[in-house]
């Protein structure tokens, strides 16, 4: 090695984490900041959610300080290199804490965490924005906000998920601290209560620049550091024990092209990184080798303006990238620095904030260039007309954009150095490669540009189907006001292609021409031949209709005779008149561009903002109403009170799984999956080279001691395939190793021997189970319900619908904390077990099966899980039960926390279900008979998926069919096991109901809420189809529904929609409102509680804390029970609870969480408990009342030590017979539009009116509400769940499903909580929330529907032949490209096509 490439061979590292400096040695290359915080420090904050930049719950502040600034960004941890932050200052969740920061208050405040796994990563990236804002030059906002815009603020969440909330609360907190908000405007909060007014003052303060984000130490420090690490001199770490630097793995740090190109000469195989933010997309590829930091390089980052454009930097960050643009534009005007801000806008919508902070410019264009990445830059920069300089060995190139693209990407090493963009104002030479012809009409020619990209969330973190920058110098003829193209860049990118690449041939085509129809349509002709997705790309035909939409989104305001007056070629060519609107008004929003008023009776119509060019309305602000009534009945319960422990999850302190520390000697285990349906397992053996490197073995069934069985879940599931493997994603074994890294390395590495000879092949859908009779029996509970005689039904019917069929599509559970446990085996035979489950005791149970052990040597300890919706449940216990059987077979503690990618691969969530039905109904709508056959996969052991045969018809009974029968099978297949997710059956059952109701309305032409209306359950009815699970006074759902249509002004709203639908050819709404009924059934539950010496209370239930606010039920519920005692209103009392963790082996029976009803449960179970202590405890108020001594809560429990009295109760609780079962009521009222160009769907109102009995805790019930009801929207509209032909999961990531994220929720979102009174047999009169509300969610779904109706409509006044039909089935999900295929791929054509026949 030469002597300047030691020289910048880097192996000490210093930088700052809380304020507190960190030195350390020897650390690996690829180690990043997220495993560094995770394992070597007490910060748990930060959390792996995805490790693919994806989710951020990782998020942290980096702080750098350059020319005597410091910049500060939020960045994903997981994806950030540990030696990148040499001489940087980190800050993570905890550092924020002094007691607590305001956002951590104002998190628990405004009820936004729930399970809390995401929190920490949302309050980091608030955090970042504060601090950001802070050092802007507008005014100084009022005492106690920051200088944060609300705009700003509802975007500092908009690339982190959360999968339990719905966002609402979130956002409130975010515009809490913003100077413009109207306070009156934030929702539900524990600071002040309705009516009481909403004021600054009364939220916890906010102190702008309270947190030192680099501490002077390091500012001193910086150039003594970077001196230091030039001789490399041993520097003894303050946190020790990172791993050795492996032989010839150097993290090299050059800060001169000299030093680089020396290293890159003298090194074999050397990894160039900048941001490494490629890691998310291309894992393991840094595994090994040396790396070479490039941002050290003033070449690499400088950012030069020239009389062209600017030239950036390769290293350069895309957020750099948009603020200078941005900056530029400014000075240049928006005539002129159009391209600039269009490309600034459009990189906004690239990932997230926290990966843009470090994503380079380069990095995404080699990317782009060498693996084919679906790169926004590269289509952007080549619609602009971008070159770029390379260096290859000392030779330096400068290329147009589009000849690099086109370079072979394989042997080539050229370093990028600088991207040059062009602007459009200064010299047009510079953007058309010299080959203007601007002159000839220099007075009259305009530059028009405009970028597009079709994804599924409309503000990024998703990569695009499509993506286009287009580039037009448009002339205007003054005579016949025709427009022309002197010069056209058409670029397109992303859709199935090895680059982005330039329609010439279109180009060609359209130049010197007038746009006109015909002109239009031709060109699509030969755009559609020439824009080809590569065989095998997902969505190819949508792709091709996506590029066919944009160019003629963007030429339409430039043809004469299309819809709308054609602009001449002004200032305000290409912004366009949108949506081809035609004889709306119009008014001019925010952004100055002009759109569509929106005509429906929206609160905030100017907070819509116009169409972007992406075809996808811009995020706009979100606004929300809360309704409800706080009952004082059962005081403290039904307050909104702040969840317990919510501030703990904010700041990083609650200890979730993953976060205790490891005990001494802890192994890590990692699943061997397998990559077979069906075959024998012959062999499966570690790879030599990885078992001598560290601790590695394999543990298999063969390990299962003697007396134990090979059992993972019930009966008929094994914990590991043994001799055959059923399916793909099937446990065959766990690896275990010293490190997490190394058993997940050494698990890829297992080699498996399969054998298939002789054997059937496997069963791969729910067809091939059907035609070869692979069924599970049903149970013997399973007894079909039968209303009426079928065919007298039929017979009274005018109409008949034969066998219609619909198909839902499966649902991933998408907690943010993977599946997880810790097994540490105690004395004599006994094993302790952490585990994040939703069923304790089954854990319990399972474990001790599996080792041949008692019960009483399993102690199975849960005190909260990051996230469950079901998939906690029965899907948790093999991974408990795997760690806890390596643990015992090693006799050390052993630890598992699966990858996104393993979860995603191993656990599947709902069922996939297909439906087919024969409804018979008459003229009005009123249905006479329903039959509904229901085939549902359930993969390869039954797991809970009987249940789904009573829980799917429940649901379905939801309207009085008046004659009703089904067939409900549950198929075998060779697929991973199907579990219960959030409503399982009942979901489903729902949506098929509202299919029929959907086809009987679109077969009769009638709107179909007036369907719905003439078939809702009377509440003879009701009775008829669900017995005596609610009395007359309950039934509620025709005042729910009257409620709603009354607050969501539905009729109105109803006229407006059609209205704007006849005004509009591109965008049309749809407004529905779904009803629901939906049955729960409370389960028996145990309970303690104590009171200890000082009269602290501390309080066990068996329901386990997944993030619903159990806790905070059962401790409002211990705080009203015991104070009867004094007659007190139980607030002091509520500051004395603690609830603590389940531990099976201390309150036996826990039961599941699961069913909506365990914090219900949990509550009556410490009820009673309570009433058990107040009898004990009467006798002593009475007695101190008697000497009129003073009747505290204290003196009572003094008085109670002293008499000796047993001041601890437990029950076990059981439903009396006949009161386990009630039905729960809500409606929604959904409004979306639909872009026709695109597919995209935007919910732009949802109202909610849901019927909580009285509730426990408004605040924790709205919270599931919202929740669920965003989950849902996930369900129906977005989440796509693929596998392969063989059953291998394609969605394994936060790349390939995409979950519900600030930008896809109601623009407009009210909920209204009813208080329905007092019942008997309730839980104090309450009733569950957690999981009705996610059928609700169908409403946006049948809206979806109404808009497309009205788009078919529309298109078979374009076609004489092939009309679509006004009758249609329609699936779930419904993403984008599935609604663009109903409202027609060709709907520009045919549209265009009967222009010209008409003209
Ligand atoms: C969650 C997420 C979402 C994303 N979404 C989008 C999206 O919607 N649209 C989009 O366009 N992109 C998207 N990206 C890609 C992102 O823009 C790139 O990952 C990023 O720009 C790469 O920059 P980097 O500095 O991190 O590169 P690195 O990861 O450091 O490097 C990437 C590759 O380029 C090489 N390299 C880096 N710099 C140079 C150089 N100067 N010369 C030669 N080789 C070099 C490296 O060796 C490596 O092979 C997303 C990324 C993530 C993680
Ligand atoms: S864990 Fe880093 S973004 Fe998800
Ligand atoms: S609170 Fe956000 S993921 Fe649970």
């Known amino acids: 090695m030469e002597t300047t490439v030691a020289s910048c061979s880097k192996q000490t590292l210093v930088f700052a984490l809380n304020g507190e400096k960190v030195e350390l040695s020897g650390v690996h290359p690829s180690t990043t900041l997220l495993e560094f915080l995770r394992l070597q420090t007490r910060y748990k904050g930060a959390k792996l959610g995805c490790g693919e930049g994806g989710c951020g719950a990782c998020v942290v502040l980096l702080s750098t300080y350059e020319k005597e600034q410091v910049h500060d960004f939020a960045v994903s941890s997981c994806l950030t290199l540990l030696y990148s932050v040499d001489g940087c200052s980190v800050t993570t969740t905890e550092g924020l804490k002094d007691g607590f920061h305001s956002i951590h208050e104002r998190f628990a405040g405004f009820h936004a965490s729930q399970c809390g796994y995401c929190t920490p990563g949302m309050c980091m990236s608030l955090f970042a924005s504060l601090v950001n804002a802070e050092k802007s030059s507008r005014p100084d906002p009022p005492p106690g906000f920051s200088k944060l815009t609300v705009s700003e603020a509802e975007n500092a969440v908009a690339g982190n998920l959360c999968r339990c909330t719905g966002y609402r609360p979130i956002i409130d907190v975010c515009k809490s601290f913003a100077q413009d908000v109207d306070m009156e405007d934030l929702g539900l909060n524990s600071f002040w209560k309705k009516g009481e007014g909403a004021e600054v003052s009364k939220l916890p303060t906010y102190m702008p620049h309270k947190i030192c984000t680099f501490p002077d130490f390091l500012r001193d420090e910086k150039l003594q550091i970077r001196s230091s690490s030039l001789s490399s001199p041993p520097v003894s770490a303050r946190i020790s024990g990172t791993e050795s630097l492996r032989k010839g793995q150097h993290w090299f740090a050059p800060t001169s092209m000299v030093e680089l190109l020396n290293v890159m000469e003298s090194e074999q195989g050397v990894q160039l990184v900048a941001g490494n933010t490629s890691s998310g997309i291309y894992k393991n590829v840094n595994d090994c080798g040396s790396y070479v930091d490039l941002t050290h390089i003033l070449e690499l980052s400088e950012i030069k303006k020239d009389d062209y454009g600017i030239e950036f930097g390769a290293t350069v960050t895309i957020s750099k990238v948009i603020d200078t643009l941005l900056e530029e534009e400014k000075i240049l005007g928006s005539e002129r620095g159009l391209v600039f801000r269009k490309i600034a806008d459009h990189l906004n919508k690239v990932a997230s904030k926290f990966v843009r902070n470090t994503a380079s410019l380069g990095g995404n264009l080699i990317m782009a260039q060498r693996k084919g990445f679906d790169s926004d830059i590269a289509t952007l920069l080549l619609g602009a007309g971008s070159s770029v300089k390379l260096q290859m060995g000392t030779e330096r190139f400068t290329l147009f954009l589009e000849e690099f693209l086109q370079m072979p990407p394989s042997n080539w090493n050229a370093l990028l150095l600088s991207v040059h963009i062009p602007s459009c104002g200064q010299d047009k030479k510079a953007i058309v490669d010299g080959i203007s012809n601007v002159g000839k009409h220099a007075e009259e020619t305009r530059l028009l540009f405009e970028t597009y990209r079709a994804a599924p969330r409309p503000h990024g973190n998703a990569v695009a189907y499509l993506n286009a920058a287009f580039l037009a110098e448009v002339t205007n003829d003054k005579v016949t006001g025709n427009v022309g193209a002197g010069h056209l860049r058409l670029a397109f990118g992303a859709y199935g292609t090895k680059h982005a690449v330039r329609a010439t041939k279109v180009e060609e085509f359209l130049v010197g021409k007038f746009f006109t129809p015909s002109i239009l349509l031709e060109a699509i002709r030969l755009l559609q031949a020439e824009v080809v997705p590569e065989q095998g790309t997902p969505s190819a035909a949508y792709r091709s209709s996506l590029a066919t939409g944009f160019l003629f989104d963007f030429l339409r305001p430039l043809v004469k005779s299309l819809d709308g007056p054609v602009r001449s070629v002004g200032n305000n060519i290409g912004v366009g008149d949108i949506n081809g609107a035609i004889v709306c008004p119009e008014f001019v929003n925010n952004s100055g561009r002009k759109s569509t008023v929106l005509t429906s009776n929206l609160a905030n119509p100017k907070t819509f903002t116009a169409i972007s060019g992406d075809g996808c309305t811009e995020p706009s602000i979100i606004s929300a109403r809360q309704v409800m009534d706080i009952h004082q009945d059962y005081y403290p319960i039904g307050q909104p009170t702040k969840k317990v422990g919510a501030e703990l999850q904010a700041s990083g302190e609650a200890v979730y799984v993953d976060d205790l520390p490891s005990p001494k000697d802890c192994l890590h285990g990692a699943f061997v999956y397998s990559t077979k349906p069906l075959a024998r397992i012959q062999k499966i053996e570690m790879s030599p080279s990885l078992a001598s490197q560290e601790f590695v073995t394999l543990i298999s069934a063969k390990d299962i001691p003697k007396g134990g069985q090979n059992v993972g879940m019930l009966a008929d599931e094994p914990l590991f395939a043994d001799v055959l493997t059923e399916c793909v994603g099937q446990p065959l074994g766990l690896v275990v190793a010293d490190t997490r890294k190394g058993a997940c390395i050494a698990a890829e590495n297992v080699n498996v021997c399969y054998d298939t000879e002789n054997l059937e092949p496997p069963v791969l859908s729910i067809e091939e189970a059907v035609s070869k009779s692979s069924f599970y029996q049903n149970p013997s509970f399973y007894h079909p319900e039968k209303f009426g005689n079928f065919s007298d039904g039929m017979s009274l019917a005018d109409h008949k619908i034969h066998s219609a069929e619909v198909e839902m599509g499966s649902q991933y559970y998408f907690y943010m904390e993977t599946q997880t446990a810790l097994a540490v085996p105690d004395e004599d035979n006994c094993m302790v077990v ?504 169908a409403s946006v779904h049948c809206a979806a529907r109404e808009a497309i109706k009205a788009a078919r409509s529309d298109l078979r006044a374009y076609s004489n032949s092939e009309a679509p039909s006004p009758v249609f089935r329609m699936d779930t999900p419904a993403t984008m490209d599935y609604i663009k295929e109903l409202c027609g791929l060709d709907n520009v054509e045919r549209y265009l096509r009967s222009l010209i026949s008409r003209s």
């Open 834 to 1337: 952490y585990c994040s489950t939703q069923i304790p005791e089954t854990c319990q149970l399972i474990i001790a099966k599996c080792l041949g052990l008692p019960e009483h040597n399993v102690r199975v300890i849960s005190r909260r899980v990051g996230g469950g919706f079901g998939g906690k449940a029965f899907r948790s216990v093999p991974v408990a039960t795997a760690c806890a059987l390596a643990a015992h077979r090693l006799g050390r503690p052993v630890r598992v926390y699966l990858d996104r990618k393993a979860d995603m691969m191993s656990v599947m969530g709902r069922h996939p279900i297909k439906v087919k039905y024969t409804v018979g109904f008459k003229d009005d709508g009123t249905v006479t008979a329903l039959h509904v056959d229901i085939l549902i996969d359930a993969g390869i052991s039954e797991d809970c998926s009987s249940s789904m045969l009573i829980t799917i018809p429940e649901a379905l009974k939801k309207y009085n069919w008046r004659v009703f029968s089904y067939d409900i099978k549950l198929c075998k297949t060779n697929l991973l096991t199907k579990s219960a997710m959030r409503a399982p059956g009942e979901v489903q059952g729902s949506f098929i109901a509202e299919t029929v109701i959907e086809q009987v309305a679109s077969a009769l032409s009638m709107e179909a809420n007036a369907v719905r209306r003439k078939n809702l359950h009377t509440f003879e009815s009701l009775k008829v189809f669900y017995g005596n699970c609610s009395c007359a006074a309950d039934y509620t759902l025709p005042l729910v529904l009257d409620k709603l249509l009354a607050s969501s002004c539905f009729d109105s709203r109803a006229e407006a929609v059609k209205q704007f639908n006849s005004c509009n050819r591109w965008r049309k709404r749809g407004l529905s409102v779904v009803p629901i009924v939906y049955k729960v059934t409370m389960w028996p539950k145990p309970g303690k509680v104590s009171i200890l010496n000082d009269g602290s209370i501390v309080v066990e239930v068996g329901g386990v804390e997944l993030g619903q606010g159990l806790w905070t039920k059962v401790a409002q519920m211990t705080a009203f029970a015991l104070g009867k005692i004094l007659n007190d209103t139980g607030e002091d009392l509520l500051k004395r609870v603690r609830i603590v963790q389940t531990d099976t082996l201390s309150l036996v029976q826990g039961g599941y969480t699961a069913g909506s009803t365990a914090s219900e449960s949990s509550c009556e179970v410490v009820r009673l408990s309570c009433n058990v202590l107040v009898e004990r405890l009467t006798p002593i108020v009475a007695k101190l009342q008697e000497n009129k001594e003073q009747v505290s809560w204290d003196a009572v429990v003094l008085q109670a030590h002293r008499r000796l009295l047993n001041l601890s109760a437990s029950t076990y609780w059981v439903p009396a017979p006949g009161t386990s079962q009630y039905l729960n009521f809500g409606a929604a009222a959904s409004e979306v539009e639909v872009d026709l160009l695109t597919g995209a769907t935007t919910i732009l109102r949802t109202d909610i009116t849901y019927d909580c009995g009285l509730s426990l805790n408004p605040a924790v019930d709205l919270g599931q509400i919202e929740g669920a009801f965003v989950q849902g929207i996930g369900f129906f509209m977005l989440e796509k769940h693929v596998t392969d032909y063989d059953g291998l999961v394609l969605s394994d990531g936060t790349w390939t499903y995409k979950i519900p994220t600030v930008d896809t929720i109601p623009r407009q979102f009210n909920v209204e909580i009813l208080d329905s009174g007092h019942h008997k047999n309730r839980v104090l009169s309450s009733k569950a929330s957690g999981e009705p509300p996610l059928l609700l969610a």
